[in-house]
């Protein structure tokens, strides 16, 4: 971006109380010229719980107050799994003696944490026992039974649709599936805090580019789901809005856009300022997160732990640490959801150099697969140890309507996920029956589909045998293989305080049962299958689409995919390219036995092509002239390379986010795409060099765009000098 196309504000900001001490100097901040042209109404003077803030004062109040603090904590991922490679260390639960620190000022240990974990559900008067919510009780409205929709509000005819879907929760989803390319971020956001404030009650909506589609919103706002946020991660720069000439973290101008727009409206509609946190992997991550959420409190005049959150335990690293995490944050917790794909990729991630922990094909890793199991009941008794609500995870099915035959199966699925989920949350601990898991995630707005996952979540516990009751025998033989039921019976798991104690829930069997690798084969088949999916998505987002339903051609059904399910696939291509892992069956192009290699997966990649290729002759599109080159060459560029004697060996970088390098893409000339990819796949002293020498400025601005998105890209935090 040129200087003329950034709107720029320096200022010394107001003073906001003790909070904000800290950063109270003179600062610039830059929100690119288009997005506060266009989406004024997101920034400047607003009115919340009685006084008047200024967004870009809050957003650059609570940058400055991370700044030294996140940088470090990014590094920190990357140098603990050097230290896990050189044997110095492994993923496991932290010793007791470790020291917490929360955001209050609160120091404790590990042990003491856990001690008080149980003392408080248990009802022991002691110094060490504590639950969430204790300052500020968990809102009723964030606590209904139901099924939870996900997704964008870019769209704003689907945001009203998902207003009339009957769910009980919705998550406006603004990091894996809604994206900031061009102004896509903050028309979402406009279109919810107009949804909000109910400017379209009672108006049609005549939808500009789907022909003959006007919207309405149908139902009462009592009927509305309740509204939650999900805030970019803590990965995640925002590429519209900077401080001082650095990105701002995502996360923050998602935090204070959603709390000032949103807060009056959200008081008057009987509700609340409710966020999901995605990505946390360290009790340290949870405390960054924590400040934010304190300072914004302290900012607008709440009260502690008014802004309630629930969080995404989606990374393995998370479960390692669920019961510290849920310490430090709680005062805002209301409880932590469960996932699949960024669950699996966090593992892949963690054991990446170890060859026996390659996982099997990911589309046969289901989540009735015994470690998935045992991470999604561990899920709910943590949090309800710790009296919160643990929230179930995706059914990513979606309509296909070029295919209704297969609705049936899809809702049936459907149904399935949820019952198995209900009935792995329910306890029977010292006689009395605990009933966690009241909500999960679906990702379609569809009636019948909602109503499928529906059902078991809001049947009472009593009348939960009649759901149970449904289950043909090949799901009753699956759910009894798991234990959750028994002779066609719903079947509690029956705990003691015997069984409860801090050296049983953090032995060395629980952290075996939660990193175990799944049993599956590895095939060329599933090869062949993680590059159709990694490579669609690619497709849909270098188009802005960042969640997409995509065609699977085992089952004939759409499944929503986001930048999690892409993370996986291309990575599992990457670990078994880069580890040579044995085939287990016969392919087309190998025997059982045979290694992969990067010929194999050359020869993979040149299949795709032609199929793509045929696949778009016959759809009447130009293959040169769509983006499907660059997605095989950015994949093919991330799994293997040429070295120096020309040949053809896996590549040695690791990227942890994949979804970086795409997006270091996305709205970029041709010839800037292709310096910013040889540049994040080549040398970054090669890049420091030629900057240092860069003479003519258009030169030095691309050198300069090369080398953030290779930092970016690697989590390079360099110098000031650098």
Request: charged share 25%; no cysteine.
């Amino acid at each position: 971006m040129r200087a003329a196309e950034w709107y720029n504000v320096t200022f010394l900001p107001a003073h906001n109380g003790a909070a904000f001490d800290t950063w109270r100097l003179l600062v610039t901040l830059r929100i690119r010229q288009d997005i506060r042209d266009q989406h004024a109404s997101l920034f400047g003077s607003h009115q919340a719980n009685g006084r008047t803030l200024v967004v870009e004062d809050l957003i650059a109040g609570l940058t400055s107050a991370i700044s030294a603090e996140l940088p470090p904590l990014l590094a920190a991922r990357h140098r603990f799994q050097e230290k896990v490679a050189r044997g110095d260390a492994r993923y496991d639960f932290l010793p007791g003696t470790d020291e917490i620190t929360d955001a209050d000022g609160n120091t404790t240990t590990a042990t003491a944490i856990r001690r008080g974990l149980l003392d408080g559900f248990f009802e022991r008067d002691t110094a060490d026992a504590w639950r969430l919510n204790a300052t500020v009780p968990i809102p009723a409205d964030t606590m209904r039974p139901g099924l939870e929709g996900t997704g964008p509000a870019i769209d704003l005819g689907m945001a009203m649709g998902a207003l009339n879907s009957g769910a009980s929760q919705w998550m406006w989803d603004w990091e894996d599936a809604g994206g900031d390319y061009k102004d896509q971020l903050y028309r979402a956001w406009q279109n919810l805090a107009d949804l909000l404030a109910h400017k379209w009650d009672g108006k049609p909506f005549v939808h500009p580019t789907k022909k003959n589609r006007t919207y309405t919103i149908d139902v009462p706002a009592e009927k509305w789901p309740t509204i939650f946020h999900r805030v970019p991660g803590l990965h995640l720069h925002n590429r519209q809005i900077s401080l001082n000439g650095a990105p701002v973290p995502a996360i923050v101008p998602a935090l204070v856009i959603h709390a000032l727009s949103n807060f009056d409206s959200q008081q008057r509609n009987g509700s609340g300022i409710y966020y999901y946190v995605p990505k946390i992997e360290s009790w340290q991550e949870a405390r960054l997160v924590s400040k934010l959420l304190k300072q914004l409190e302290e900012a607008m005049g709440l009260r502690r732990g008014t802004l309630k959150i629930k969080m995404l335990n989606e990374r393995a690293e998370y479960a390692m640490q669920q019961e510290l995490i849920m310490w430090v944050l709680r005062e805002n917790l209301i409880g932590p959801n469960v996932g699949r794909w960024d669950y699996i990729n966090s593992r892949e991630e963690m054991f990446r150099l170890d060859p026996a922990m390659v996982i099997p094909d990911p589309n046969t890793i289901a989540m009735t697969e015994p470690s998935m199991s045992y991470y999604t009941m561990r899920n709910a008794l943590l949090a309800l140890l710790a009296g919160g609500m643990p929230i179930g995870g995706m059914a990513a099915q979606m309509q296909n309507p070029h295919a209704p035959e297969n609705d049936a199966k899809a809702i049936r699925d459907i149904w399935f996920d949820k019952l198995r989920e209900r009935l792995t949350g329910l306890f029977r601990i010292d006689g009395t029956l605990h009933d966690t898991y009241r909500q999960s995630w679906v990702a379609t707005i569809l009636p019948a589909y909602v109503e499928a996952g529906r059902e078991s979540l809001v049947a009472d516990v009593a009348d939960l045998q009649r759901v149970v009751d449904k289950l043909n025998p090949d799901e009753t033989g699956r759910l009894e293989l798991l234990g959750l039921v028994a002779g066609g019976k719903v079947r509690p798991l029956e705990l003691t305080a015997d069984d409860l104690t801090v050296d049983k829930l953090f032995s060395e069997e629980a952290r075996e049962r939660l990193l175990a690798r799944p049993d599956g084969p590895t095939t060329e088949d599933g090869l062949r299958y993680a590059m159709y999916m990694s490579t669609e998505f690619m497709f849909q987002q270098l188009q802005g689409n960042n969640a997409a339903a995509i065609f699977d051609p085992r089952t004939g059904l759409r499944f929503m995919n986001d930048l999690a399910t892409y993370e996986i696939f291309w990575h599992f291509l990457y670990l078994t390219v880069f580890h040579g892992v044995e085939l287990t069956a016969d392919g087309e192009m190998s025997k059982k036995g045979d290694r992969v290699t990067p010929e194999l997966f050359v020869r993979l990649l040149d299949e795709r092509r032609e199929t793509v290729k045929q696949l778009f002759a016959k759809m009447g599109v130009v293959y040169e002239q769509s983006h499907a080159e660059l997605v095989l060459t950015i994949l093919k560029r991330q799994v293997v390379e040429t070295d120096s004697n020309g040949r053809l060996v896996p590549q040695p970088r690791w990227i942890k986010y994949g979804s970086r390098v795409l997006l270091a893409i996305i709205e970029q000339s041709d010839a800037d795409r292709t310096a910013i990819l040889d540049g994040i796949f080549g040398d970054r002293k090669d890049l420091a060099a030629q900057l240092a020498s860069a003479g003519e400025v258009p030169n030095r601005s691309r050198i300069e765009k090369v080398l953030h998105a290779y930092d970016d890209v690697y989590d390079v935090f360099p110098t000031p000098s650098a």
